[in-house]
């Protein structure tokens, strides 16, 4: 490919509104253009990496035996057993049918393989896509972070009994490894994740770390332990004590935690406050007590619970007999809510809570004695400093970027959509799924995030755009154009793939495009360097840099090509 043909315009200015420098070098590098908010055009160069990303994605689902297909997005609304939420775009054809854009295709893939899978002997069964996933964002943002439309590889697979499924998901999880190995993003490691509310329990997020990443990351140092904030356990400090006389105190207009506190002369942790929380599926609140110094982790409630759940709003409170700000679970009618009470107040005595009482409050709370039968569970946000569910460290928060996310999903689907295959019995049984997704444009990101310099991007060759840019200093020069012409026909024969700087710039234009391009092997071919049969060589994948003689320019960049091809080998066993 020649520059002087090559579509979008390179420039040096930093977008005042890119925040990432992903972001900040796809624009300038001419990667991608803003087409509407949240929505992006991808040039040439962005195509050509975005296909090597898939490329490698795709020979790794090939490996675990996985059938491509292409699902349409549009979806029939009615009928889905999954509700579209607020988000996903929606519309009528001309006969008034409600379409929706969905962002995933679970229920497609069912409504798909239900027709075709009759018999145990067809299991397991795997079959991915590469497919546009749309939904409106209300907060676009990060460049390809939070976007509009993204590129999506999904995949779903079929299986006759959990351990088939428990095995083939191991193998999807190395299988992802692989990939990120591949594309050169060491910095991708797996943590636990929170699976669906009525899905399995076990779920992978791959994360990118990065201290400006969106998503909560809970690590341990000492054994390993890596969870997402919203599925991560821990072994919270507790304060057990023998139990004192319950006794009612005078509060006034104290209502929240931070004001009882101070007003009683007590650390927060010696508190308990009540959380209320409504769900479109019921007309029951949830009624969550957590000690005052915990934040509910909302994610493991609604798994708990098996709702989708939002807090309730004060009319709904009253209506149980609670008072907002002085609530208290003791008292309250148990068919009109239900009473869970987080681990950490099983665990601490004598508390502080709401008497359910305007400006009155309880001393002295112990669960054992006043809510004997409160159901205890796990609902508490893990923070930094609690201890490891393994090894009991200190636990310590770090950020990142979700790319990719594995789980398992049972037969909630098949079940509902009516999937069944013959077992060798020849019963009609529901088949157990697992659910895999890569979000393709979070990797083009994210490769640029964790490999760049302040000129630009350093592509590992695996993904690169090109694999070398050829560079001829004083184009107009006979001697130079002769044999930077000659150069780029030998590079194509010999199977490279080669951008070619064939523009008549200043060398300091060339070099900053061709920094901000980032491609990982550049040659330079100049009038003083073919005086000695030499041109010059960077290597902007490496940071380094030397001169090779003419003859041999073919035979370096064919082995560099070659070493980058083993490292992927070797990293593929180890």
């Known amino acids: 490919?020649?520059?002087?043909?090559?579509?979008?315009?390179?420039?040096?200015?930093?977008?005042?509104?890119?925040?990432?420098?992903?972001?900040?070098?796809?624009?300038?590098?001419?990667?991608?253009?803003?087409?509407?908010?949240?929505?992006?055009?991808?040039?040439?160069?962005?195509?050509?990496?975005l296909q090597r990303i898939e490329g490698i994605i795709r020979e790794e689902m090939i490996a675990v035996g996985g059938q491509e297909v292409c699902l349409s997005p549009i979806m029939d609304e009615e009928g889905l057993r999954q509700p579209s939420d607020g988000a996903s775009f929606r519309f009528q054809d001309r006969g008034a049918h409600a379409l929706v854009l969905k962002d995933s295709h679970e229920e497609a893939f069912v409504r798909l393989c239900r027709h075709e899978i009759n018999s145990y002997t067809q299991l397991p069964l795997m079959v991915y896509q590469f497919q546009r996933a749309f939904r409106d964002e209300a907060h676009c943002r990060g460049g390809l972070l939070v976007t509009r439309e993204r590129s999506m590889k999904e995949a779903c697979s079929f299986?006759?009994?959990?351990?088939?499924?428990?095995?083939?998901?191991?193998?999807?999880?190395?299988?992802?490894?692989?990939?990120?190995?591949?594309?050169?993003?060491?910095?991708?490691?797996?943590?636990?994740?929170?699976?669906?509310?009525?899905?399995?329990?076990?779920?992978?997020a791959f994360i990118f770390l990065t201290e400006s990443g969106e998503d909560a990351i809970v690590s341990c140092d000492q054994c390993g332990y890596l969870a997402k904030q919203e599925a991560a356990t821990g072994r919270i400090t507790s304060y057990p004590e023998d139990p004192l006389p319950l006794e009612k105190v005078h509060t006034p207009s104290k209502k929240t935690i931070e004001?009882?506190?101070?007003?009683?002369?007590?650390?927060?942790?010696?508190t308990a406050k009540v959380v209320f929380y409504e769900s479109p599926a019921s007309d029951q609140l949830t009624v969550v007590l957590i000690r005052g110094d915990i934040e509910v982790n909302e994610?493991?409630?609604?798994?708990?619970?098996?709702?989708?759940?939002?807090?309730?709003?004060?009319?709904?409170?009253?209506?149980?007999?609670?008072?907002?700000?002085?609530?208290?679970?003791?008292?309250?009618?148990?068919?009109?809510?239900?009473?869970?009470?987080?681990?950490?107040i099983a665990a601490s005595g004598n508390l502080i809570c709401g008497a359910n009482e305007p400006d009155y409050h309880y001393l002295n709370f112990n669960l054992a004695?006043?809510?004997?039968?409160?159901?205890?569970?796990?609902?508490?946000?893990?923070?930094?400093?609690?201890?490891?569910?393994?090894?009991?460290?200190?636990?310590?928060?770090?950020?990142?970027?979700?790319?990719?996310?594995?789980?398992?999903?049972?037969?909630?689907?098949?079940?509902?959509l009516i999937m069944n295959y013959h077992d060798a019995a020849g019963v009609l049984r529901?088949?157990?799924?697992?659910?895999?997704?890569?979000?393709?444009?979070?990797?083009?990101?994210?490769?640029?995030?964790?490999?760049?310099?302040?000129?630009?991007?350093?592509?590992?060759?695996?993904?690169?755009?090109?694999?070398?840019?050829?560079?001829?200093?004083?184009?107009?020069?006979?001697?130079?154009?002769?044999?930077?012409?000659?150069?780029?026909?030998?590079?194509?024969?010999?199977?490279?793939?080669?951008?070619?700087?064939?523009?008549?710039?200043?060398p300091g234009v060339q070099f900053a495009e061709a920094d901000l391009l980032g491609i990982p092997?550049?040659?330079?071919?100049?009038?003083?360097?073919?005086?000695?049969?030499?041109?010059?060589?960077?290597?902007?994948?490496?940071?380094?840099?030397?001169?090779?003689?003419?003859?041999q320019s073919i035979t370096m960049v064919l082995k560099w090509i070659h070493e980058s091809e083993e490292g992927d080998e070797e990293k593929d066993v180890s």
Not at 15 to 44: C, I, K, N
Not at 259 to 270: A, I, Q, R, W, Y
Not at 299 to 319: G, N
Request: one cysteine or more; a neutral charge; hydrophobic letters at 40%.
């Open 159 to 204: 299986h006759d009994s959990q351990a088939d499924l428990d095995h083939y998901y191991m193998r999807c999880y190395q299988a992802y490894q692989r990939v990120f190995s591949r594309i050169g993003i060491a910095e991708v490691v797996p943590a636990l994740a929170a699976p669906g509310i009525k899905e399995g329990d076990a779920a992978h």
């Open 259 to 270: 004001e009882v506190s101070e007003f009683l002369g007590v650390p927060t942790k010696k």
């Open 430 to 506: 529901a088949p157990l799924m697992g659910s895999y997704r890569i979000e393709i444009n979070r990797v083009f990101m994210a490769v640029i995030e964790a490999r760049h310099d302040r000129y630009g991007p350093k592509w590992p060759l695996p993904v690169a755009p090109w694999q070398v840019h050829l560079c001829a200093l004083k184009m107009k020069n006979d001697v130079v154009k002769e044999a930077v012409e000659r150069l780029y026909e030998h590079l194509k024969r010999a199977g490279i793939e080669v951008l070619f700087d064939d523009r008549d710039e200043r």
């Open 369 to 416: 004695r006043d809510l004997p039968e409160a159901e205890v569970v796990d609902a508490a946000l893990i923070r930094e400093g609690d201890g490891c569910p393994l090894c009991s460290a200190a636990l310590q928060l770090k950020r990142g970027i979700e790319l990719a996310r594995i789980f398992q999903v049972g037969d909630v689907y098949t079940k509902a």
């Open 299 to 344: 994610t493991k409630l609604a798994k708990v619970t098996q709702r989708f759940l939002i807090p309730a709003v004060d009319e709904k409170i009253d209506a149980i007999g609670a008072v907002p700000g002085f609530a208290s679970p003791l008292g309250l009618d148990p068919r009109a809510c239900r009473i869970v009470v987080d681990a950490s």
């Open 521 to 551: 092997i550049r040659l330079i071919v100049s009038e003083k360097g073919l005086n000695n049969r030499e041109i010059e060589y960077k290597r902007r994948d490496r940071d380094e840099s030397g001169l090779i003689s003419l003859e």
């Open 1 to 49: 490919m020649r520059m002087s043909q090559l579509l979008g315009q390179r420039y040096k200015e930093r977008p005042v509104d890119a925040a990432w420098e992903s972001h900040a070098f796809l624009l300038r590098g001419a990667y991608m253009r803003l087409q509407t908010h949240g929505v992006y055009t991808f040039l040439p160069p962005a195509i050509r990496v």
